[in-house]
């Protein structure tokens, strides 16, 4: 007897010992899911049956995530166009226990797209305009971004024109501390945010139809208008949505010009919208057919979005997307920072003003939105993707996001920015921010960031807002319309949460190229631990359309202080390598620096220029979208 319970615990042992070795062996299996724009949701996701959709993938991963260590999904060439955002949550998307891989399969192109390509018959118009029917652009579905071939095509718009000062009604008003007071009674002066006297016969023969849209050029932003009126007599337009400062607050003579509009219809690659008719117009160039071409137009805002639940403390992430284009979302509308209280009291005063109409945010435009937005989601990675052909931002790290990656990657023809982290906040006592939602430990390494503020002109290479420990490193940030990189969101010196960021050996060049008051690197408020070491910056001019502060190599506005600011490489500026703002020098902790109006520090020139920007150029360079 003895013998037998033995031989049965032995037995019984080995038996537990073979369950927990099947148990460990299926755990730490890789799971492959294969995708294809040709395959079936029906179908088991292997190489030989694929699966059709993202989405399908995405919830035979929330079946069977428990099951495995990994699961890699691999997209196979060709477009996966999306009718809504793809959404992953804590059930979804990777764990702790099973990391996730969405990657483009080896040498084959993939694109993640928010776009549409349009369908009908082109008909002549005559010459060389064309047109096409677009039946749901009369029920409102309005875009603002055309793309031939993946290139974005120039709406039909004016030259740069000039004001001739805020309204009439104004005119004695016009100085910065007037204007302050008539903002103390907001709803009955808003008129002054929605208009401006016109120069000489600019505006004389404009017919505002239906569509016509006007961007105003302030000093570090820009806003966009529908027009409601144009008083001819008085020179006088009248603009539907109030911009963020009194037209005339930065200068009597702002720059302006108009879009979507017939009368600067002339040029060949334009193309027009007509809301009212529900018709696109092209103008061919030499030899086009367009019914011979691809056009695309975007038709949602964001194309993927990575979101625990910080009420139920839990966490998406642990995913990785390798080697994939995200391309094509929609221009923001109807964005404006007028409290509901004051919108409500204008319009009893001004019922003409429509705030559903325009654009108009702050400096590195957060609420153009973002094609990927990172939100109580960690540890997920982005790494030799590309983004482009976008309305807004290209991605927003927010609350909780924490050790994200951003690596090797290209960003180009952005509406806005490129990398936006943190919480938008100046007042982080006010608003009630709690240090465990502060986004940190991110990094974006190696990344090629050009060509942005397509639409909202204040859009950056990179934002950090309140965020810390976070590292911004080995990037290339180039032709933007207003500042390379910004750090800080807190305006004075108050408590907040911008810390312990790393900005290292990034190149900065021909940024600032339309708007004021910003730099190469731009920061604002306390910022302990922040360093900002081994920057390359150069080439920053200044537009004839800039009105407002210098533009800047670094710029160190209001309670900037505690950072350190080492070896760095500021050179041909137009205007101030450095410059101060409601803070100085003294509060910022020096090292060996080279600035070229200054002659300081010559030496350090070459060792950074050898090490700044990123070390994938000629992968990043690639042209092709």
Not at 61 to 76: E, G, H, P, T
Not at 167 to 183: D, G, I, P, S, V
């Amino acid at each position: 007897m003895i013998q037998d319970r033995k031989f049965l615990k032995r037995t019984s042992l080995s038996v537990l010992i073979l369950i927990g070795l099947m148990s460990t062996k299926v755990i730490s299996q890789t799971l492959s899911i294969y995708i294809s724009p040709s395959g079936n949701d029906n179908a088991s996701g292997t190489l030989q049956q694929p699966l059709k959709t993202i989405t399908a993938a995405s919830e035979k991963i929330r079946l069977n995530r428990s099951k495995y260590q990994k699961i890699d999904v691999w997209l196979k060439r060709g477009t996966y166009q999306l009718s809504a955002p793809l959404q992953f949550d804590s059930e979804n998307s990777g764990s702790e226990a099973c990391a996730i891989t969405y990657s483009a399969f080896p040498g084959e192109e993939v694109i993640i797209s928010g776009g549409r390509d349009l369908s009908g018959s082109w008909k002549s118009e005559g010459g060389n305009v064309w047109s096409l029917d677009i039946p749901e652009v009369k029920k409102g579905v309005v875009f603002r971004q055309l793309f031939l071939n993946g290139t974005r095509l120039q709406r039909a718009g004016s030259e740069v024109f000039f004001t001739d000062g805020p309204l009439a009604k104004y005119q004695a008003a016009n100085t910065k501390r007037a204007f302050r007071e008539l903002n103390k009674q907001l709803a009955f002066n808003l008129d002054a945010y929605c208009g401006f006297k016109f120069q000489n016969r600019d505006l004389l023969d404009l017919d505002p139809v239906d569509g016509t849209e006007l961007l105003v050029y302030h000093s570090w932003e820009a806003s966009w208008h529908e027009i409601a009126s144009i008083d001819k007599s008085n020179r006088s337009v009248f603009l539907k949505n109030p911009s963020r400062y009194p037209v005339g607050f930065f200068s009597p003579n702002l720059a302006y010009r108009i879009e979507n509009n017939k009368q600067f219809f002339k040029k060949p690659g334009q193309w027009l919208l007509d809301h009212k008719n529900g018709k696109l117009y092209y103008y061919t160039r030499a030899g086009e057919d367009p019914n011979k071409l691809k056009f695309t137009i975007p038709v949602i805002n964001k194309l993927l979005v990575i979101q625990g639940n910080s009420r139920l403390n839990t966490n998406a992430g642990y995913m990785t997307f390798k080697g994939i284009s995200f391309r094509y979302t929609n221009t923001p509308w109807g964005i404006t920072d007028k409290p509901s209280t004051i919108r409500d009291s204008a319009l009893i005063n001004f019922p003409w003003m429509d705030f559903s109409r325009g654009y108009s945010d702050a400096q590195t435009s957060p609420k153009a939105g973002a094609a990927i937005t990172l939100k109580q989601a960690k540890n997920c990675s982005f790494i030799e993707c590309k983004f482009g052909n976008l309305g807004g931002n290209a991605i927003y790290l927010q609350e909780g996001a924490n050790n994200n990656v951003i690596l090797n990657s290209h960003f180009r023809d952005l509406g806005a920015g490129g990398v936006l982290i943190g919480i938008l906040s100046k007042d982080i006592k006010k608003d009630g921010i709690l240090p465990a939602s502060i986004p940190s430990g991110n990094s974006v390494i190696g990344c090629l960031i050009e060509n942005g503020g397509k639409f909202a002109l204040a859009g950056v290479g990179i934002a950090i807002f309140q965020a810390s420990g976070n590292t911004i490193r080995n990037n290339e940030i180039r032709n933007f319309p207003y500042t390379g990189i910004s750090s800080g969101f807190t305006f004075g010196f108050f408590p907040n949460y911008s810390s312990g960021n790393k900005i290292l050996n990034n190149h900065i060049h021909h940024v600032m190229t339309e708007l004021a008051d910003g730099g190469g690197i731009y920061t604002l408020g306390p910022q302990e631990g922040t360093l900002i070491k081994g920057n390359y910056i150069h080439d920053i001019g200044r537009s004839k359309y800039a009105v407002g502060g210098n533009n800047n190599g670094i710029f160190f506005d209001e309670g900037s202080s505690l950072m350190k600011v080492d070896s760095n490489v500021v050179f041909a500026i137009s205007q101030e390598d450095l410059r101060f703002n409601a803070t100085d020098s003294p509060k910022v902790n020096w090292g060996n620096n080279s600035f070229q109006k200054d002659k300081s520090n010559i030496g350090i020139i070459n060792y950074v220029k050898a090490h700044s920007g990123p070390k994938m150029s000629l992968k990043l360079k690639d042209k092709k979208d």
